[in-house]
Every structure is written in structure tokens, then in C-alpha cells.
């Protein structure tokens, strides 16, 4: 754009003249024009800058309530990982004689600090090595578990008689029941007092078939005072279940059974305030919970269904 011209008269000449700035109004006019892009760029730079922070302070708080969604579900993976640890430690590798897996095995490689050096640099870094130490963590004791249940596959590949004598399903069908009461102390519902109750209770109406949980012999079948009509059925390897208060037994003493025969009833009979059949699971001679040995005929989910009712179980019946 063509900068504006100034002229003024000259009646000397009688002619219009042009009139050209001092220098001191040149310099004036560019002070004038630099003072103003300095404040209009000042004034766009906080307008911007400002709603540019406040966006990255947001995302940045997004971002942190991501993290920590993620760190409380890699939270609760670990907590089931160390529920199966302990399952394959305490239940799976006793019942076929194996040493638990030494503790070198399932954490190798987890002491190495170095390898989170680089978050040091960055903001967050307590909470970015925490996730990843967790993530690390959940790694190595999904590989480990994953090479004990290979160790156990082919131990129990060569045990297969003393699996089919092991107590490892469920004593009555999964949808035949709900859970009345669990295992351990509690109050008993006709003496009032504290006791402790060696099984798990399963109301059921009555006539509901029950299953013999693995192969054995029938060593006892008979009334009772307080089992009422009872079955014990032994199953060598130190291992024996108990089937009580039926209404009706199908078996007698001596005859061999196989996991999955019906062997009676659910009924009330002996102590009982409702028909249900009282389940309890031995080894050598003591009583065991019998949750822990339900792990052919259940799905995982059924599985941590009759977990969740057993512990919080709380109608007891005998």
C-alpha cells in the first residue's frame, strides 16, 4: 500500500509543496509502531498462552486419572495373581507332592532398579515406575504360574489314578442349590454357642441327587445322631468325604463308587433346620475347606461365584 503524501501552499511560488518528516518525527513514528506490536504481541501471547496452559493443565490431570484407573485394575490383576499363587503353592503342588516354586522363580529379574532410570527425567516419575514395576510384576508371575501349571500338567499326567481318587468336583449340581453356610466358626443355629463347622452347607430342595466326588470306597453308610443319614466315602491317598442329613442313601458299605455316581438324596435329617446337604472333604483326618476342591466341573466364573457364597454364606442349617 502507497504511503500517504503531505503538501502545503507556498504562496511564493503559489504552488503546493510537498512537506517531507524530520528525522525526529520519523524516529517518533517508528517508536510509535514498535511500542504497539510489542503490546499487541504481549497481549496475544498471554491470551494464548494462558488458554493453552490451562488446556495442557487439563490434559495433564486427564492423563494422571488414567494412570490411576490403570494402576487399580493392574492392582486387582495382581491381588487374583497372588490368589492363584497361593492356590498352586498351598493346594495344587501339596496334593501332588511337589515343592512350592521357589520365590527366585517367580520374581527373577524383578530387582534390576536401573531399568527405571529413565523416569527420573521426567514428571510423574513416581507414578510412571510404580505402573511399570506393576506391569513388570504382573509379567514375570503370569510367565511363572504359566510354567507351574506345565509342571503340574505332566505330574498329574503321571498320576492319573491318584487324580481320579482326589475329591475334585462339586456334590451336587451347580444350579440345584445356594449356598447356606461356609466353612470355619460360626454360630451354631440350635446350641447357641460358637463352633466350628468342618464343611459347607447346600440347600437344596429335597430329593436333589448327590455325587460322589471322586473314585474310593463306601466305608460308611448310616443314621446317625447329628449327621442324621450319612455317607463316608474313602478314597485312599489319605483323603475321605462326608455326605450328610440325606433323605434317602443309595449305596452301602464296601461298594466301590465312581466320581460323578449318585449315592443319595438331600434331605434333613439329624440336626439340620432345613432340607441341605452338610459336605465335608478330610485328609488325614482333617477337615479341609471344601472350595478348594472344586476344579472339573465349574467355569471360572462359577468357580469365584461359589467362593464369594461360601464366605459370605450366613443362613446355617445344622
Given at each position: 500500500?502507497a504511503k500517504?503524501?503531505?503538501?502545503?501552499?507556498?504562496?511564493?511560488?503559489?504552488?503546493?509543496?510537498?512537506?517531507?518528516?524530520?528525522?525526529?518525527?520519523?524516529?517518533?513514528?517508528?517508536?510509535?509502531?514498535?511500542?504497539?506490536?510489542?503490546?499487541?504481541?504481549?497481549?496475544?501471547?498471554?491470551?494464548?498462552?494462558?488458554?493453552?496452559?490451562?488446556?495442557?493443565?487439563?490434559?495433564?490431570?486427564?492423563?494422571?486419572?488414567?494412570?490411576?484407573?490403570?494402576?487399580?485394575?493392574?492392582?486387582?490383576?495382581?491381588?487374583v495373581m497372588?490368589?492363584?499363587?497361593?492356590?498352586?503353592?498351598?493346594?495344587?503342588?501339596?496334593?501332588?507332592?511337589?515343592?512350592?516354586?521357589?520365590?527366585?522363580?517367580?520374581?527373577?529379574?524383578?530387582?534390576?532398579?536401573?531399568?527405571?532410570?529413565?523416569?527420573?527425567?521426567?514428571?510423574?516419575?513416581?507414578?510412571?515406575?510404580?505402573?511399570?514395576?506393576?506391569?513388570?510384576?504382573?509379567?514375570?508371575?503370569?510367565?511363572?504360574?504359566?510354567?507351574?501349571?506345565?509342571?503340574?500338567?505332566?505330574?498329574?499326567?503321571?498320576?492319573?489314578?491318584?487324580?481320579?481318587?482326589?475329591?475334585?468336583?462339586?456334590?451336587?449340581?451347580?444350579?440345584?442349590?445356594?449356598?447356606?453356610?461356609?466353612?470355619?466358626?460360626?454360630?451354631?443355629?440350635?446350641?447357641?454357642?460358637?463352633?466350628?463347622?468342618?464343611g459347607l452347607?447346600?440347600?437344596?430342595?429335597?430329593?436333589?441327587?448327590?455325587?460322589?466326588?471322586?473314585?474310593?470306597?463306601?466305608?460308611?453308610?448310616?443314621?446317625?445322631?447329628?449327621?442324621?443319614?450319612?455317607?463316608?466315602?474313602?478314597?485312599?491317598?489319605?483323603?475321605?468325604?462326608?455326605?450328610?442329613?440325606?433323605?434317602?442313601?443309595?449305596?452301602?458299605?464296601?461298594?466301590?463308587?465312581?466320581?460323578?455316581?449318585?449315592?443319595?438324596?438331600?434331605?434333613?435329617?439329624?440336626?439340620?433346620?432345613?432340607?441341605?446337604?452338610?459336605?465335608?472333604?478330610?485328609?488325614?483326618?482333617?477337615?479341609?475347606?471344601?472350595?478348594?476342591?472344586?476344579?472339573?466341573?465349574?467355569?471360572?466364573?462359577?468357580?469365584?461365584?461359589?467362593?464369594?457364597?461360601?464366605?459370605?454364606?450366613?443362613?446355617?442349617?445344622?
Open positions: 500500500m500517504k503524501a503531505h503538501y502545503t501552499y507556498n504562496p511564493a511560488t503559489d504552488n503546493y509543496e510537498r512537506v517531507y518528516p524530520t528525522m525526529k518525527t520519523r524516529v517518533m513514528r517508528l517508536l510509535h509502531y514498535v511500542v504497539w506490536g510489542v503490546l499487541m504481541s504481549g497481549a496475544l501471547w498471554l491470551f494464548f498462552g494462558f488458554h493453552n496452559e490451562t488446556y495442557i493443565v487439563k490434559e495433564n490431570s486427564a492423563l494422571k486419572d488414567k494412570y490411576k484407573v490403570l494402576e487399580s485394575r493392574l492392582n486387582d490383576a495382581l491381588d497372588e490368589d492363584i499363587k497361593d492356590r498352586d503353592d498351598n493346594f495344587y503342588r501339596v496334593m501332588m507332592q511337589m515343592d512350592p516354586m521357589k520365590r527366585s522363580e517367580r520374581y527373577a529379574g524383578l530387582g534390576n532398579e536401573q531399568r527405571y532410570s529413565n523416569f527420573q527425567k521426567l514428571s510423574d516419575s513416581e507414578l510412571l515406575t510404580r505402573l511399570s514395576q506393576n506391569l513388570d510384576l504382573l509379567e514375570r508371575q503370569v510367565y511363572a504360574q504359566s510354567s507351574s501349571f506345565d509342571q503340574l500338567r505332566q505330574t498329574a499326567f503321571a498320576q492319573r489314578d491318584k487324580l481320579r481318587h482326589i475329591p475334585s468336583i462339586m456334590p451336587i449340581n451347580v444350579s440345584d442349590y445356594s449356598m447356606s453356610s461356609g466353612y470355619g466358626y460360626r454360630r451354631d443355629p440350635v446350641e447357641g454357642t460358637t463352633s466350628f463347622h468342618a452347607d447346600f440347600a437344596a430342595p429335597t430329593g436333589t441327587p448327590v455325587y460322589a466326588t471322586a473314585d474310593g470306597v463306601v466305608v460308611a453308610a448310616e443314621r446317625t445322631g447329628g449327621y442324621g443319614n450319612r455317607i463316608d466315602v474313602s478314597h485312599g491317598y489319605n483323603y475321605v468325604t462326608r455326605y450328610a442329613h440325606l433323605s434317602k442313601i443309595s449305596v452301602q458299605d464296601g461298594q466301590n463308587v465312581h466320581r460323578g455316581d449318585k449315592i443319595g438324596e438331600v434331605g434333613s435329617t439329624g440336626k439340620s433346620t432345613g432340607p441341605h446337604l452338610h459336605y465335608e472333604v478330610l485328609f488325614k483326618d482333617e477337615p479341609q475347606n471344601p472350595v478348594n476342591y472344586y476344579f472339573l466341573d465349574v467355569t471360572p466364573e462359577q468357580y469365584q461365584a461359589i467362593v464369594e457364597a461360601a464366605e459370605n454364606a450366613g443362613h446355617i442349617m445344622d
